[in-house]
């Protein structure tokens, strides 16, 4: 066993330290420095956690509306209050820039304020005299014991887009954080007992895909989130849908920007900028693909390139905070590298080279510079895969309707954006576009927390979103009650407690 700090479960309220010795490495990708081991859950870590989950449950669910919501409230408080702290953490272990990393919380922290609304959300229907004498009203209640698997980009914010909803709808919660960067989830889980959230109600299952399998697996989780690739995503939902399970699975995306010739160019170069290597273009919403009408690439592709030069690059945590910083793991910049090299044999051109990248970071980080690749053909992997990282992509298309079919011919279809100032083109584009979230001069459409989240084709497999009201709709199932109270003034023999007779 190494000597460094071991990351361990969160179970029933307090750490929970395994008695198997699996691990996998964190790392901090600005420095490439191995920093802790996290633990990987085992067979009897899964159970304890299930237990523990499904104990807390029946008082949780049955606990008043007025106290969960003051225990949601504090959590904002707290979460707001030291949200610099959980910031540095995710800079630490995935390498975002500060600023970067706290406005994910910041988002996420947005689902926390809609779940503070909710019992307006567990309000049911109620209709009086249906036929006559009988009223039927409609009640919502929580699942039980719900699953949350999330990805490594988003270590507090995808987490938030569920959690708040479930915990507040009465469900009890078990997150399977990513094993990348596993810290942010533990000081989460403390936060929630801090605001007062009883003993199993969230808890934190560290792991790899025997902690996924075994909540998958298991009778007593009543529903999985999850966020990740498309690959993972589809195997959730199958496996899921195979155990009875409710399931909403997001995954991957490749995201098209389209700017018309009518477009304010400086301000798509400044968007693409923002959309395309914010993160280090580590995020499912980034712009990966220009489609630039022709007879303004030239000069978009300039402009981009211009902005480009001024972009700084290295550990995010330094004083003067840089742009962007390095991608997760050695493996994965290597991986996005790779497309690069696949870009240019297929004949694209490499106007912005970043695999030249010097940046402003000590040791061995896992750095790769914002990349601009001009005129790649559409049958190239490069255009085809999502590559998730600093590469942006221009295609040059002859039309508008070019643009939207290729945008439509592709696999995902999670975030798409238009740049122009012709209403009338914009008002076509949202409806013949079929992705799931759209952008109209707005590069990063992610939708605010009250509406929901979620993209089409192999973007999302389910049939509910993330947060949001489809978000209630998840973490509830609903009742449908018919009654009749016969009134005994109606009744000229009044009320009846005798043996039914067949008269
Ligand atoms: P990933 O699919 O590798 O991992 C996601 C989760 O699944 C992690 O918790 C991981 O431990 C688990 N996992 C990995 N392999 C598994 C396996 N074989 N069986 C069971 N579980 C497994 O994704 P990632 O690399 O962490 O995240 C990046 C991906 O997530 C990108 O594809 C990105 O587009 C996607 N993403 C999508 C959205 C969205 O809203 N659609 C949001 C964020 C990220």
Not at 415 to 435: H, K, L, P, S, W
Request: with cysteine; charged share 20%; glycine share 10%.
């Amino acid at each position: 066993m190494s000597d460094l700090p071991l990351i361990p479960h969160w179970i029933n309220g307090t750490e929970h330290h395994t008695t198997g010795t699996n691990t996998a490495p964190v790392y901090n990708p600005a420095t490439g420095e191995h920093t802790r081991n996290v633990t990987l859950a085992t067979e009897s870590d899964i159970n304890t956690a299930i237990t523990a989950a499904a104990t807390a449950f029946p008082t949780w669910r049955d606990t008043s509306l007025a106290r969960r919501q003051a225990i949601i409230f504090r959590f904002r408080e707290l979460l707001t209050t030291r949200k610099n702290e959980l910031a540095h953490i995710i800079t630490h272990e995935h390498g975002k820039v500060l600023s970067d990393a706290a406005g994910e919380i910041g988002r996420g922290l947005e689902i926390v304020d809609l779940a503070c609304g909710f019992p307006h959300f567990l309000k049911g229907d109620h209709t009086i005299n249906a036929s006559t004498g009988i009223d039927v009203h409609s009640l919502k209640q929580p699942l039980g014991v719900v699953g949350i698997i999330s990805p490594f980009n988003f270590p507090a914010m995808v987490p938030m887009w569920f959690f708040p909803l479930a915990i507040a709808a009465g469900n009890t919660v078990i997150l399977k954080p990513s094993e990348k960067d596993p810290s942010a989830a533990n000081w989460l889980a403390a936060l929630w007992k801090e605001a007062g959230l009883p003993d199993g109600v969230f808890n934190v299952l560290h792991g790899d895909k025997t902690a996924v399998d075994g909540l998958l697996n298991s009778p007593v989780v009543q529903s999985i989130s999850f966020v990740g690739s498309t690959p993972i995503a589809k195997y959730i939902y199958e496996t899921a849908a195979k155990t009875g399970k409710r399931v909403q699975a997001l995954g991957g995306a490749k995201n098209h920007m389209l700017v018309l010739p009518d477009a304010d160019l400086d301000h798509a170069a400044d968007q693409a900028i923002n959309a395309g290597y914010g993160s280090a273009g580590e995020r499912c919403m980034a712009i990966s693909v220009i489609l630039a009408v022709e007879t303004i690439a030239d000069d978009l592709t300039a402009k981009i390139k211009d902005r480009i030069q001024q972009l700084r690059i290295g550990d995010g945590t330094n004083k003067h905070e840089p742009d962007l910083g390095p991608l997760i793991t050695a493996a994965h910049r290597d991986k996005v590298a790779s497309y690069i090299d696949i870009a240019e044999n297929d004949g694209a051109r490499i106007v912005v080279d970043g695999r030249d990248v010097t940046p402003d970071a000590g040791g061995e980080g896992f750095f790769l510079g914002p990349t601009l690749l001009d005129e790649v053909p559409t049958t190239s992997r490069a255009y085809t895969e999502e590559i998730f990282g600093p590469v942006l992509s221009i295609v040059r298309v002859k039309s508008y309707q070019e643009g939207v079919d290729l945008i439509n011919s592709g696999q995902f279809g999670n975030g798409t954006a238009i740049f122009t100032n012709d209403g009338r083109a914009a008002r076509r584009f949202e409806t013949e576009v079929e992705v799931g979230m759209i952008g109209i001069n707005v590069p990063i459409p992610v939708p605010v927390g009250y509406y929901s989240f979620g993209g089409w084709k192999n973007s999302l497999f389910g049939d509910a979103k993330a947060y949001g009201v489809q978000g209630f709709d998840f973490f509830t199932r609903q009742k449908a009650v018919t009654s009749r109270w016969p009134d005994p003034a109606a009744d000229p023999e009044g009320i009846n407690l005798g043996f039914p007779a067949n008269t």
